[in-house]
């Protein structure tokens, strides 16, 4: 698949997840090329509404060209709502060592999450344990690399057995709270490539996640959003995701 924008991947994103009717009569077309069709009958008012509003982890849609809004819904052991299942925390799961267990409660959080008409659940979180007071251990599986990789191949294959999207997160290097959007990690090549990143690599080349959330706070001066070779080059060229 082409390079595509940013706009055209959530249309994409949009077609897949929800089925939405193309207004391309031509079934044989390749996605880029309904993309592309949807992208030219879009008005600039509404790419930029696509890309600037995010209401309650909502993206809206385009009703007029049949493109359906994209629920995000939190919830790396449970959908966050009031009427979901409520599992054990991430790390208290992985601290069973049991693969089966996160393939179970990722397929059940993703019956949840169509019962809900939820298309994506922002998780799992493969961040590593570093700091015992991180704000988001509970939600992370451990601080062994190849563990959390474990746990986080198994709850993404789990989850997108029924179809709903993941979204691993935070990549990468964001393993403490404090000045958590702001802290500039610092860190030499070896350390992140064998401690902080095969989580990641794993649940890219293996699972497939259908989005990726970058981490807020800064790696070597350049903020996660940001960082050419985090995103670029090893995320995109060197592991494939496309």
């Not at 909502?58 to 359906?68: A, D, Q, S």
């Not at 599992?87 to 397929?107: C, E, I, N, T, Y």
């Not at 997108?160 to 691993?168: E, F, M, P, R």
């Not at 800064?218 to 060229?237: A, P, V, W």
Request: net charge negative; glycine share 4%; with cysteine.
């Amino acid at each position: 698949m082409k390079t595509l924008s940013f706009i055209s991947v959530l249309i994409v994103f949009a077609s897949i997840l929800s089925s939405c009717t193309q207004t391309n009569s031509n079934s044989n077309s390749t996605i880029d090329e309904r993309v592309e069709d949807l992208m030219n009958q879009m008005t600039w008012e509404e790419k930029v509404t696509i890309l600037s509003r995010s209401d309650d982890l909502k993206v809206p849609g385009v009703e007029r060209l049949g493109i359906p809004e994209i629920r995000f819904v939190n919830g790396p052991h449970g959908l966050h709502n009031d009427t979901a299942t409520c599992f054990p925390a991430a790390v208290a799961m992985a601290a069973s060592f049991d693969k089966q267990l996160l393939k179970d409660v990722g397929r059940v959080i993703g019956e949840e999450a169509l019962a809900t008409k939820s298309h994506v659940l922002v998780a799992p979180t493969v961040n590593l344990h570093r700091i015992p007071i991180a704000g988001r251990n509970f939600e992370s599986y451990s601080e062994d690399p190849y563990l959390s990789a474990r746990m986080g191949v198994n709850f993404i294959d789990g989850v997108q057995s029924k179809k709903v999207g993941t979204s691993l997160k935070h990549y990468a290097l964001n393993n403490q709270e404090w000045e958590r959007y702001s802290v500039n990690v610092k860190i030499d090549e070896r350390t992140m490539h064998e401690i902080y990143l095969p989580a990641f690599k794993a649940a890219v080349l293996e699972s497939d996640p259908y989005t990726i959330m970058s981490s807020y706070n800064r790696i070597n001066d350049t903020y996660g959003s940001q960082h050419t070779y985090l995103l670029k080059e090893i995320l995109r060229e060197k592991w494939g995701y496309d």
